[in-house]
């Protein structure tokens, strides 16, 4: 096993949003007959478009589902003060994510990991940068009880909050239609889960997956060259290009030393006690990268060159010229997709 993880060579953990790498020239030029015609065909073998809706056969999604899960999406009652509702760490409108290295609680206090991006993230092998939830429905319920995060003491404090608000009375009898008492914790976590499972962001990348060989630029293609070549798709790939698998970060050095780091985070150990688990993290997808930095699990780096680069070193051991980081980024800013238009 430890062979197998050792294999695994990528730019395992970018994030983000630009930075004061210098720019690529995005100049089209035109493209030679069949000029990225091998790329492009290998490409839609590696990636593939992405789904409409991720679909949980335990979670049927409705319109009323889905109703109540995006009032209680932004609902800061779901917190002890008010203050916080899952929109504040996850804002819709900037990709999902608030930013920041890490995110402020109820108290003001900070949590130890960079909040991800919600967009998309149903469609995720498991959820949290360990994985310690298998899904969106899961993950959900975490941070509403979370000391550090929206504090609410108990479920059953949510639970009896909840149930005085007449509007809610009647969203969840709607979404809950065969139960005598909908109200439930278990149920807000389906509604929740229901409406991040519609949070979708279809890209030009995806346009080009489906046989548009105009969607993107030549520069954006010989980027997609250079991130297949450089060995980024050994972890992401799939049509997430990520979320599909954990990886150590720093196969070839101390991450830290790289990130500059105040904290070493040992990942997945922290959860699982095994020690091939140390500095393991589930491998993020790179959808809407260009938007969602700070970056890797900490936030410790504002610029997705320098994550690029960091991420080539530590990961394939390769150090990249300051060319190939700018296609890299070009290619990856094709990847900033629509936000959901009834968000």
Known sequence: MKNILLAFTVATFLFGCGGNQKKATTTEKPTAPGEFAEITKSA???????????????????????????????????SKDN?????TCHNLETYGVDNKPTSPGNN???????????????????????????????????????PVEMEMPDEASVVKRLSAVEDYQQMFAAAFPDQDSP???????????AFERKLVTPSRFDEF???NDQALTSPEKKGLQTFVSSGCITCHA????????YQKFGLFGNYWEHTKSERIDSGRYAVTKN??????????????????????????????????????KLQVN??????????????????????????
């Open 44 to 78: 839609r073998t590696i990636f593939g478009a992405l789904p409409a809706v991720a679909e949980n056969p335990s979670n049927p999604i409705t319109p009323e589902k889905v109703a109540l899960g995006k009032a209680l999406y932004f609902d800061t009652r779901l």
């Open 83 to 87: 203050t916080q509702s899952c929109n």
């Open 108 to 146: 003001g206090g900070l949590g130890e990991r960079n909040s991800p991006t919600v967009l998309n993230a149903a469609f995720h092998m498991a959820q949290f940068w360990d994985g310690r939830e298998p899904d969106v429905e899961a993950q959900a319920g975490g941070p509403i009880l979370n």
């Open 183 to 193: 109200i439930t914790y278990d149920n807000l976590k389906k509604a929740i889960g």
């Open 209 to 211: 997956m489906k046989g």
């Open 238 to 245: 799939g049509n997430m290009l990520g979320g599909h698998m």
């Open 275 to 312: 020690e091939v688990d140390q500095f393991m993290f589930k491998v993020p997808s790179l959808r809407n990268v260009e938007k969602t930095g700070p970056y890797f699990h900490d936030g410790s780096i504002e610029d997705l060159g320098e994550s690029i680069k960091i991420m080539a």
């Open 318 to 343: 390769k150090d990249l010229t300051d060319q190939e980081v700018v296609e890299i980024e070009t290619f990856l800013k094709s990847l900033t997709g629509e936000l959901p238009k009834d968000i």
